[in-house]
Nanobody, 127 residues
């Protein structure tokens, strides 16, 4: 069972920054489509950003473009999500997950194609 491990969440004021880490323990991130997702109370889980680790191609949802940056460190087997200029509407539990290997095509953070969700990390942004 693949269980990515998220960390780095916390409580910040609007305009602040956090850097989330995703360090899976049972697979390597090499040549994988890895996504960051979030789920706010009472809302569906949504894709935030994705990264094809083979060539560094990234994708962001419109609401986080210019504020969030997804990156990788192969030596640490870690995918990061740098979040700057945080807004109250970014408050959610954040998850990372790998896309299931049977899916191909462009690497996009589409929830149904991803698997092995971890516990997530809480991000709370106050106004």
């Amino acid at each position: 069972q693949v269980q990515p491990v998220e960390s780095g969440g916390g409580a910040v004021q609007a305009g602040g920054s956090l850097k989330l880490s995703c360090t899976p323990s049972t697979y390597t991130i090499t040549r994988r489509c890895v996504g960051w997702f979030r789920q706010a109370p009472g809302k569906e889980r949504e894709g935030v950003a994705s990264l094809w680790t083979g060539n560094g191609f990234t994708f962001y949802r419109d609401s986080v473009k210019g504020r969030f940056t997804i990156s990788q460190d192969n030596a640490k087997n870690t995918v990061y999500l740098q979040m700057d200029n945080l807004k109250p509407e970014d408050t959610a539990v954040y998850y990372c997950a790998p896309r299931a290997t049977q899916y191909g095509g462009p690497c996009r953070p589409l929830v149904p194609a991803f698997e092995d969700w971890g516990q997530g990390t809480q991000v709370t942004v106050s106004s």
